[in-house]
């Protein structure tokens, strides 16, 4: 018989902690984001914001990288990459996770 996982108190509580220190500047932002996922349930796992074609282009060309280049990187094709700077494609699943934390950091994160 399986127990069926349920917030601890103490991990409420701890959570509720953070969240209070972030809303009155006693936390930075950063630091309240290390929080893990194992530690807020599977419930609330981030969403990464979409992405568009121009957008990808953009990040693609201001890292001055070729598609074929590019798509290397990201472990995809080198069609996939133009179908998604045309907007034919929507990235989605790790290729959108890769993409916004290239947004988000440069592409120096994943190098």
Request: charged fraction near 30%.
């Given at each position: ?20 220190m ?30 568009t ?15 074929a ?43």
């Amino acid at each position: 018989m399986t127990k069926k996982a349920t917030p601890s108190r103490l991990r409420e509580a701890i959570l509720e902690t953070a969240g209070d220190m972030r809303r009155l500047g006693l936390m930075d932002e950063a630091t309240h984001e290390k929080i893990t996922l194992r530690q807020l349930g599977k419930d609330v796992a981030p969403e990464p914001a979409p992405i568009t074609g121009e957008e990808i282009r953009s990040l693609r060309e201001k890292a001055r990288l070729s598609q074929a280049v590019f798509a290397r990187y990201l472990n995809l094709t080198v069609g996939y990459v133009s179908q998604l700077e045309r907007g034919a494609k929507r990235p989605s699943g790790p290729a959108l996770v890769l993409l916004d934390l290239i947004r988000r950091k440069g592409m120096e994160a994943i190098l």
